[in-house]
């Protein structure tokens, strides 16, 4: 069974830096695309990052630059490191697996339950 969690979400400032982790288990971790998400209240979920099996990167126009995505393929894990948070970035963020080719669409097969981020001003 796939398992999805998330951790490191919580409240920061305004221009202040958080990291996410997803660590994963009950699934082939290395050769799955893993995709970042978050929604806001009232707000469409919405892709943030994603990350392929090979190590390539895209993100939401709204985060780049300031955003991060990577994968620790021996820890089973992978981060979001968001850095100058805004107050729109508050959200929900999801975690997501599944195979190779869910990086070049929007559907995963897995979901975590999420973490909350709040950014203040």
């Known amino acids: 069974q796939v398992q999805l969690v998330e951790s490191g979400g919580g409240l920061v400032q305004v221009g202040g830096s958080l990291r996410l982790s997803c660590a994963a288990s009950?699934?082939?971790?290395?050769?799955?695309?893993i995709g970042w998400y978050r929604q806001a209240p009232g707000k469409q979920r919405e892709l943030v990052a994603a990350?392929?099996?090979?190590?390539?990167?895209k993100y939401a126009d709204s985060v780049k630059g300031r955003f991060t995505i990577s994968r620790d393929n021996a820890e089973n894990t992978v981060y979001l490191q968001m850095n100058s948070l805004k107050p729109e970035d508050t959200a929900v963020y999801y975690c997501?697996?599944?195979?190779?080719?869910?990086?070049?669409?929007?559907?995963?097969?897995?979901w975590g339950r999420g973490t909350q981020v709040t950014v203040s001003t």
């Open positions: 997501a697996t599944g195979p190779p080719r869910r990086y070049y669409g929007n559907n995963y097969d897995y």
């Open positions: 990350i392929s099996s090979g190590g390539s990167t």
């Open positions: 009950g699934t082939t971790f290395s050769i799955n695309a």
